[in-house]
């Protein structure tokens, strides 16, 4: 379920989120809609080449449309 992952977020403890945002609406049992990233920042994965190929790439595969994200906390 999504319980951990809110429990982690309201920790503070979280410094970084790894995001895959689906372009679709599924009928699915679980959502996050609680994800806030306000605190948070878009960041490019450019220290790996591989990962950096996918940065801010929309991707469809098998019928699914995708995009990797990553934020990092703005602790400014």
């Not at 503070?12 to 996050?32: K, M, N, P, Q």
């Not at 220290?47 to 019928?63: C, F, H, M, P």
Request: aromatic fraction near 12%.
């Amino acid at each position: 379920g999504i319980r951990p992952y809110e429990e982690a977020m309201a920790s503070g403890l979280v410094r970084r989120v790894y995001l895959t945002r689906i372009f679709a609406e599924y009928s699915c049992d679980t959502h996050w809609s609680s994800l806030d990233l306000n605190k948070f920042r878009k960041i490019r994965r450019s220290n790996n080449e591989t990962l950096a190929e996918l940065d801010d790439q929309i991707v469809e595969e098998s019928g699914v449309t995708y995009q990797f994200q990553v934020y990092e906390l703005n602790e400014e």
